[in-house]
């Protein structure tokens, strides 16, 4: 029978290679214990402070981690929280995870592709300013006058932050067409002021506009979910979170920053040709215009330089105001000649306080508000063209081999 240390000498040749080494994990593996006993209850004093503290908080740790979420999701996803770059005609889209954002890619409450009978349909395309929801206070407007003459109003809001209107006429012509609006608000000459300014140009702000960069996911991103329970963890991670950039992404979008007190000023002839490709567009689509002047705010506190960019701003309404009275289907609604910019009702050189949106499209509804009778009367039909081209139904294939019975768009 052999005893302990015979066993052990015969399952080593030598004490280096055995009895030593045994010790050492044995200590190592009581070093790790013992440090976790301690920690275990560190980390549970620190989740109940975290729990405690969350009860007088301005921020919630469940909105904490409802941002999160959202965050993990785009970048998870490579694109932005509001915004994504996967459309590739745009430079940039709203993103339908957005809780503002439906589900065709607009602001606003969910509405259908296709347009319900007994409806009119208005689409408003600008900046900022128009994806500031100006449009709902609009279709609340004249929502009671387009029910009196027995029809429904849906105000379709499309615009999106820092479009031009170079980016407004993609986005009329690939995703506006095709909810066959009946008339479109234009509210632009705010963000083509600035590409306006620089030691080069292009009729096209390529010289300007960048596309968005995709997000790329962080370390925590990849760890399991269930440790969201900890309230101390989603603390700690909103810490990290709070130093990432993530309402910069339309810096992202510049490929250089304008400096409008040195920068070169080369005029809004790009602002002109996009308007009146804008026009032509939609009247060939028998879709009835309203063009809007925007207000700037020289009230508002900001550096003297930026006058300039307010210069061009008046350019591009000029351009604007030239075209009233050409065209008995495209009307101009001079909101700057009549609203002057104030600190009472602007929050900067151009964005609404809320009572100045409800300003804002109760003039809009003004100068639509005596249209009413002709605009009911001549509505549009998006697939119809007013123009020679042939009906689709009259045009023959040339292309053999299984026909496609899929629903066509414009």
Request: net charge negative.
């Amino acid at each position: 029978m052999l005893s302990d240390d015979d066993r052990e000498g015969a399952a080593c040749d030598s004490a280096e290679q055995c009895g030593t080494p045994i010790r050492q994990r044995l200590s190592l593996r009581k070093k790790f214990l013992f440090a976790l006993i301690l920690f275990m209850p560190l980390l549970g004093l620190l989740e109940v402070a975290a729990r405690f503290v969350d009860g007088f908080t301005e921020v919630s740790v469940e909105q904490l981690r409802d941002t999160y979420h959202h965050r993990r999701t785009a970048r998870l996803g490579h694109f932005w929280p509001a915004q994504r770059n996967d459309y590739p005609y745009l430079p940039f889209t709203p993103n339908p995870h957005d809780p503002r954002v439906n589900e065709i890619g607009f602001r606003g409450e969910e509405v259908t592709l296709e347009k319900p009978d007994n409806t009119y349909r208005i689409l408003c395309l600008g900046g900022s300013t128009t994806w500031d929801e100006y449009p709902a206070l609009l279709q609340k407007e004249l929502k009671p006058d387009f029910a009196a003459r027995g029809l429904n109003l849906e105000v379709l809001n499309g615009g999106n932050v820092f479009y031009t209107s170079m980016e407004s006429l993609i986005n009329f012509a690939t995703r506006g067409l095709p909810l066959k609006p009946d008339a479109i608000v234009v509210y632009h000459g705010i963000n083509d002021g600035i590409p306006a300014f620089g030691e080069t140009h292009s009729m096209d702000y390529s010289h300007w506009r960048g596309r968005l960069e995709n997000l790329e996911p962080l370390f925590w991103d990849h760890l399991p979910v269930w440790l969201d329970h900890s309230y101390a963890y989603v603390g700690l991670r909103a810490a990290f979170e709070r130093d990432i950039p993530m309402l910069g992404w339309n810096e992202m979008t510049m490929k250089y920053k304008v400096d409008f007190e040195t920068s070169p000023y080369n005029g809004v002839e790009p602002y002109r040709q996009n308007i009146y490709s804008l026009i032509c567009l939609a009247r060939t689509r028998g879709v009835e215009v309203f063009l809007c002047t925007p207000v700037f705010n020289y009230h508002y506190e900001f550096h003297k330089s930026l006058e300039r960019w307010g210069r061009a701003v008046e350019d591009c309404n000029e351009v604007t105001r030239s075209f009233a009275g050409r065209w008995n289907d495209v009307h101009v609604i001079d909101v700057a000649a009549n609203l002057t910019g104030s600190n009472d009702w602007m929050v900067d050189m151009c964005h609404f306080s809320e009572q100045g949106k409800v300003r804002i499209a109760h003039f809009i509804a003004s100068g639509i508000r005596p249209r009413l009778d002709r605009l009911i009367a001549k509505q549009s039909d998006v697939y119809h063209l007013a123009t020679h081209m042939p009906p689709r139904e009259h045009l023959a294939s040339q292309v053999t081999g299984v026909p496609n019975t899929t629903t066509r768009t414009p």
